[in-house]
Structures are given as C-alpha cells and as structure tokens.
C-alpha cells in the first residue's frame, strides 16, 4: 500500500486526463458533455448548482489562487447534472475515474466479505453474528444504509457487480450536506423526503443535492468516515466505544492525533489506503511488529500500527533510566494499554451491556422507552426499549485487558454452544508471553441473545421490515422473528428459544491521550492494580505470590533460627563463662 501523497498523485493524473479534452488553456469548457446514463428510479431531478458554484470555467491561470488538489471537481461540465439518483453521479465520476469504482468493489468496505488467513474462518458483515442487532441477513435495508454503495438489499448473494452502484460521494463529498437514509439501502434522502425520515446519523433527513455534493468532492476527511463508522450499531458510540462523535474535532485531551492542537490527522493518516483498500482490521490486527523498513521514504506502510511511526522504542526522555525501562515493556504491553487509559472519553458515552430477553413489553400495548442515564452533556440515553431491550452505558470506561495476538476467532452461526457458560461472540487470540502477542485493551460488549434451545446454536433475528408481520421492532413478537430470520438464511429451527450471556471483544486503538495522562508506573504495579487479572505475568507491587509467601516464611524461620542461637549463647555463657 502506498502512502497517501501517491493517492494525491492518481487525481493528478485523473485531472490531466480531463484538462486534455479542453482545446486552449484560455478557452471555455465545452458544456455539451455526453451526459451519463440514466439510472431507472422514480426520485425526481435535483436542482441545479447553486448560482455561486463555479461551473464550465477555463484551467486555472498563474493568477488564481494555488489550490491543494490537482482538479476541481467544480469546473467539470459533467457533473453539472442534473442527476436523479446516486448511480448517475457514479456514472459521471467513473467517465474519468475508469478504474476506481473496480477498486472499491475489491475492498471489504463492498464485499462485507474476508476470509481470516490465520483461522480460514469466512467472516464479514454478511456472514457473522454480533451482540448488538444480531445480523444482517433480512434486515438489509437498514443494516445496509451503512454500506459504500447503493442498492445492496439481500446479503445472501454477493454485493452488486454494477460499478455504478458504488456510492463515490459517502467518501468524497465535502459539502457536507450529502447523507444516507437510515432505511433506504445505501441510497441519500433524494426530494420528496418522507416526514420522520431520519439519516444514518439519526439526524432529520433532508433532500441531498447531488450535483451540489458531485462538485465538492475531495480526499476523505474524518466526517466522511465517522458518519457511519462512528454511529455503528445504532447510535453515537454505541459499537466501539473509542469512535464518537467527539472525534469529528476533539480536543487534544481525547485524542491527541485528531486534535487540531495536537497531529490533526484523518482517518486514513493511519489507515492508509493503496486502491481504495485501507489499512487495520479488527480481524487480524497487526499488534507485534516493528515496521522498521517502513521509516524510511518511499517505504511502503501497510498498516494501521503504532510502530509503523513510532517504532518499537519509542521512549525517548527527559529520564532515559526511565525511558528505557518503558521501552522494555514494548515486547509485552501494546501501545494503546498505556497511551489510552480509558475509552468513551469526550462527553460520549459508549453501550456497554445489550440484554435482548427484555425486548418486547408494552404498556396498555404500546411500545415504551425509559431514559436513565445521562451523559456529561445532559443527553438522556435509553435504557429500556420495547423493541431492544435492557441497556447499560459507560463514560470514561477503563478497557478490559488480556494477551492478544491481533487474531479473532468468532463463533459463526451452526457452531454448537454450551448455553450453561457465557458464549463469546468472538474470542481473543494469544498467548501469555508469547513472541507475537502484546498485553492488548478491549472493550468488552456483555448482553443476552436468542439461542434454539434444542439445537444449542446461535439465532438470527428478523428485526426490521415494517408491514411484513414478524419484524419484531414492529410486531414485539419473538416467535415470529426468530422463525422469520432462520427461514431467510435457510437453517433449521427448532422453534423453542432462550437467550445466553454473551460477550463480544472490539479492540481499543483510538482516543489517544497526550503523553502526560498516559498511565503511571502504580497504575499496574500495585495491589488490584489494572492487570492483576491477567494471566502469565509477574507484576511487582500487585501482593505477594505464592513463591514470595514460601519463601518469606523460610526466611522468617531463617531469622527465628538465629535468634534462638544467639539467645541460647546469652544464657549458656552467663552460666558457664567464657569458653576457653
């Protein structure tokens, strides 16, 4: 993968290409472009640019202004419009860009498709289970409102083929008004918005101007990427804990990488992108390695990991005995367990516990809400739900720890349960010491999900599809959504259901603090300090174990022994004399 100054370098290309269709360097843009192929759908046309939105104007002149990219994405008579749907702006963007809606359909932002090389397991959003929603699979128009394209509604067979399906302006727009429906598959909120209707974001949907949006594109910027990474599971910070919405323009105190007072880094600053893929996954997360060969430049960097800049001694000073005692802890302590002391930092607070078995009472039959918790902010947040269930959340959460080698095993549906034990969703790969393997921060999801109770496996659950009569967020009925979600994935149930404990692992890597709030030597080395609970290391100043008790207690008779000695002398020579 190459670093982000070679993405700059494709739109130079991109933007040559389209400046040698203009005759004269002074001379107009021709405004007779061969508009794109229409898409078939009923949305009427988007309004033309606003009158302030430069269209049709010659390449730039040594006398206008330098501007950071190499094409302006205004002057281009084909994106003048109008357009009637997403999959024409596609059209028109592909008319230049030939290769790129190709390359995101590579990607597991399309496919929701990755086959683990250290497990052989076939994971992705299409396939796997989770402790919030539950799956996918029958609930697509929803679930899919947060895919990179438009139109996806049946994940049982392979996302669409059709480049121009590919939704360019959820990662390019910056006029910031472009967004995507909440139930409309992948497609923005086009005029006549439906009253209610709300964005992905959980915002008022308002009617997205495509041509508005189609002029504006540039590099991603961390809105592009937060409005759906950071309200994954359905809501601000529900999912991950360490992606809020006060990351969009934190203060250095929650994450001292994006804080325009600190680094003022986007997205893919770390998660560098090579053909539209980009690097980190929370698959197979690369938690050892030091990438020395990628300091140098031109190197490549492949990965979203701390040591691709910091490399594995990253301590410096003011102290170096100091300094180089932290950097001694590096081949067992990730990164992150020391510079990101606790996550849901900046006034968001984060889901930390989902218990489905509740979901579905009424009062005098109709759905109800409770609002217990209140955030720094003085949001109340629910913590019943008729259709959901029971909710627990946190701020300012202290992570759970354990040995981790950056490899997720999942427990994928038809895998067999024990339902008398807590049932991972995924487990934590890694042994205790091991050479591959760092002392990791985690957030750990706790719930309750549906489980047959004959067949000993995991549930799907239908929960929207309102109309259709066994949605349960519409109808409250499990029965009915349970038999409706394994009917649609074709497996067998055997129609008597329970619910089990669950946890589900999502490692912590963002909200950074500044190295002054990182933690302290005592944080750990003291009595229950933070990684009292785990396994296979020795922790000085956590008590004393059993070897330090046998062996205190040999000294202690050392001790007594000589004492009783030297006593026993006292009195034999107050009796005796001296010895002779």
């Given at each position: 993968m190459k670093h982000t100054v070679l993405w700059r370098s494709a739109i130079f290309v991109a933007g040559c290409a389209v400046a040698g269709a203009v005759q004269a360097q002074d001379a107009p843009v021709a405004t007779d472009a061969t508009p794109a192929p229409p898409v078939a759908q009923s949305t009427p046309l988007q309004s033309t640019p606003a009158p302030t939105m430069p269209v049709n104007r010659a390449p730039a002149r040594m006398s206008d202004p330098v501007m950071e990219l190499t094409a302006d994405h205004s002057k281009f008579a084909i994106l003048k419009g109008p357009f009637a749907s997403g999959p024409e702006v596609t059209a028109a963007c592909l008319s230049c860009h030939t290769e790129a809606g190709n390359q995101v359909m590579h990607s597991v932002h399309w496919t929701w498709d990755y086959e683990n090389p250290a497990t052989g397991q076939r994971l992705g959003k299409a396939h796997e289970l989770n402790a919030f929603c539950g799956n996918v699979a029958s609930n697509e128009v929803r679930c899919t409102s947060c895919h990179v394209g438009y139109g996806w509604d049946d994940v049982r067979h392979p996302a669409p083929e059709d480049p121009t399906r590919v939704d360019c302006l959820v990662c390019h727009d910056t006029s910031g008004q472009y967004a995507k429906q909440d139930n409309l598959a992948g497609n923005p909120p086009l005029d006549p918005v439906k009253e209610g209707s709300k964005t992905i974001t959980g915002a008022k949907a308002t009617a997205v101007d495509l041509v508005k949006a189609a002029m504006s594109v540039g590099e991603p910027s961390r809105?592009?990427?937060?409005?759906?990474?950071?309200?994954?599971?359905?809501?601000?910070?529900?999912?991950?804990?360490?992606?809020?919405?006060?990351?969009?323009?934190?203060?250095?105190?929650?994450?001292?990488?994006?804080?325009?007072?600190?680094?003022?880094?986007?997205?893919?600053?770390?998660?560098?992108?090579?053909?539209?893929?980009?690097?980190?996954?929370?698959?197979?997360?690369?938690?050892?390695?030091?990438?020395?060969?990628?300091?140098?430049?031109?190197?490549?960097?492949?990965?979203?990991?701390?040591?691709?800049?910091?490399?594995?001694?990253?301590?410096?000073?003011?102290?170096?005995?100091i300094a180089m005692k932290l950097n001694d802890h590096t081949d067992r302590v990730a990164c992150q367990s020391c510079h990101i002391p606790e996550f849901a930092r900046g006034g968001v607070a984060t889901k930390t516990y989902w218990?489905?078995?509740?979901?579905?009472?009424?009062?005098?039959?109709?759905?109800?809400?409770?609002?217990?918790?209140?955030?720094?902010?003085?949001?109340?947040?629910?913590?019943?739900?008729?259709?959901?269930?029971?909710?627990?959340?946190?701020?300012?959460?202290?992570?759970?720890?354990?040995?981790?080698?950056?490899?997720?095993?999942?427990?994928?549906?038809?895998?067999?349960?024990?339902?008398?034990?807590?049932?991972?969703?995924?487990?934590?790969?890694?042994?205790?010491?091991?050479?591959?393997?760092?002392?990791?921060?985690?957030?750990?999801?706790?719930?309750?999900?549906?489980?047959?109770?004959?067949?000993?496996?995991?549930?799907?659950?239908?929960?929207?599809?309102?109309?259709?009569?066994?949605?349960?967020?519409?109808?409250?009925?499990?029965?009915?959504?349970?038999?409706?979600?394994?009917?649609?994935?074709?497996?067998?149930?055997?129609?008597?259901?329970?619910?089990?404990?669950?946890?589900?692992?999502?490692?912590?890597?963002?909200?950074?603090?500044?190295?002054?709030?990182?933690?302290?030597?005592?944080?750990?080395?003291?009595?229950?300090?933070?990684?009292?609970?785990?396994?296979?290391?020795?922790?000085?100043?956590?008590?004393?174990?059993?070897?330090?008790?046998?062996?205190?207690?040999?000294?202690?008779?050392?001790?007594?022994?000589?004492?009783?000695?030297?006593?026993?002398?006292?009195?034999?020579?107050?009796?005796?004399?001296?010895?002779?």
């Open positions: 809105e592009n990427c937060g409005n759906c990474h950071f309200y994954g599971g359905g809501g601000d910070n529900v999912k991950h804990g360490d992606l809020s919405s006060a990351l969009f323009d934190p203060p250095r105190s929650v994450d001292v990488h994006m804080s325009k007072d600190g680094a003022n880094f986007t997205c893919e600053a770390c998660h560098v992108s090579d053909k539209h893929v980009l690097a980190g996954s929370r698959y197979n997360t690369d938690v050892a390695e030091a990438h020395a060969e990628m300091m140098k430049p031109g190197a490549d960097r492949t990965t979203a990991n701390c040591t691709s800049c910091h490399t594995d001694e990253p301590h410096k000073g003011p102290n170096p005995l218990d489905w078995s509740t979901a579905g009472k009424t009062k005098d039959g109709k759905a109800y809400s409770e609002e217990e918790f209140v955030q720094s902010d003085g949001k109340h947040l629910h913590t019943y739900l008729t259709i959901k269930g029971d909710f627990k959340w946190g701020e300012n959460v202290v992570p759970y720890y354990a040995w981790s080698n950056g490899v997720m095993t999942y427990t994928l549906p038809e895998e067999v349960i024990d339902p008398t034990e807590v049932v991972e969703i995924n487990k934590i790969g890694g042994e205790p010491g091991a050479p591959d393997a760092r002392i990791f921060p985690f957030k750990q999801m706790v719930g309750k999900q549906a489980y047959d109770q004959e067949r000993n496996v995991l549930l799907y659950n239908h929960v929207y599809g309102p109309g259709d009569g066994s949605a349960l967020w519409s109808y409250y009925d499990w029965e009915k959504s349970l038999k409706a979600g394994m009917d649609y994935v074709g497996l067998p149930y055997s129609g008597k259901f329970g619910f089990v404990d669950t946890h589900m692992y999502w490692p912590i890597t963002h909200m950074v603090a500044p190295k002054e709030d990182a933690l302290r030597c005592e944080s750990c080395h003291a009595q229950d300090g933070r990684l009292a609970n785990v396994a296979g290391i020795y922790m000085p100043g956590a008590g004393i174990g059993i070897g330090g008790k046998l062996g205190l207690v040999v000294f202690l008779m050392a001790a007594m022994g000589v004492a009783g000695h030297g006593l026993l002398r006292l009195v034999g020579g107050k009796k005796g004399g001296r010895h002779g």
